[in-house]
């Protein structure tokens, strides 16, 4: 039995620690973990590159999202522009790029909304969200086999359609709800 | 090359697919799609099961969370009360169950407030969120080896952490947000 070095954590007891796949976007490993009771349980963690989303809103107050094919949810669904942060990159770099490649814009402004695991029981992803707006037209070659439709609505309309649950996207909720707690009072 | 049967898309070719993991709470299958432009690339999907998290508010207008190791990313970290949905469970009785196990107490009333993917990039985990107050005393036992601390804080307490970067979890970001949002305009 050994005790990760780095641990934060006086529990984290590894016993046995298996990489069972290493892949494209994931890895997967497989640690059996001792708890202070003296039982031993598996914990199955996914490795995941850090990603980033940026909520975009034009000069006419419009929220700009995306409309896309997920293989994994055999979906087309609607998101935020979003992106994997690459080898070197500084998340608010990879914000600006992929609103360059997904949407044809570059913000004049742009803010951290919030930094966040997305689903921390099992996976390492870390997730960056932006606010941008002062949007100016600056268009890069969208990746290859990525088929993105770009829409933009007013803050009433996203309401209506996450009353009638066609958003689906967990950091474009946040984003959303982030964006209309800070609105000035009426 | 074969379509799925049930494909919503007609562009899910999937030439082949493997199921690389089958495990405790997650399987992994790596499959190759065919794209329109006749590309075959690489798509990971984690299989996950659904969940639930719930905010819920106490008499006194503070927002319950609590705190507890996460083996995957190696931190304590503070969430809304959330958990796995059992075979054949009702996600809204998960939430209850969730509730007495991790905090002690059952709602008289919830709504739901998103029903959303986590990271639909690449993971199939569907989680709904409910909001949940009228609270009455009502304690269930926790998991094994669950280690988990109750807190409570006022709404101004939670918008100070997030600021100090201390609330780190996408759902409790969304339905924090999300509360913000609706609450009575002063």
């Known amino acids: 039995m050994f005790v990760l070095s780095d641990s934060k954590n006086q529990l984290r007891n590894i016993v046995r620690s298996d990489c069972k796949y290493k892949g494209r976007i994931i890895d997967l490993r497989v640690d059996t973990v001792k708890f ?3 039982s031993e349980k ?5 490795l995941h590159k850090s990603a980033v989303g940026i909520l975009p809103v034009n000069d006419r107050g419009e929220i700009i999202l ?11 669904i609607y998101e935020i522009p979003a992106g994997l ?12 790029r992929e609103m360059q490649e997904e949407i044809g814009y570059r913000p004049g402004h742009m803010e951290e909304i919030a930094e966040f695991y997305s689903s921390p029981g099992f996976c390492t992803e870390k ?3 932006y606010y ?18 770009v829409f933009a609505f007013a803050p009433e309309e996203l309401e209506k359609m996450i009353a ?3 958003i689906k996207d967990g950091k474009t909720l946040m984003a959303f709800y982030w964006y209309m707690a800070r609105r000035p009072q009426k």
Chains 1, 2 share one sequence.
């Open 36 to 38: 202070p009771s003296g």
């Open 164 to 166: 009638e649950k066609k």
């Open 127 to 129: 997730i960056t969200v």
């Open 132 to 149: 941008a707006d002062e949007l100016t037209s600056s268009k890069l070659p969208e990746d290859e086999d990525e088929y993105i439709k």
């Open 85 to 96: 942060v690459e080898e070197g990159e500084d998340p608010r770099e990879t914000a600006v």
């Open 66 to 76: 995306v409309r896309q094919y997920r293989h994994a949810i055999d979906e087309d």
């Open 42 to 46: 598996v914990r199955e963690v996914v």
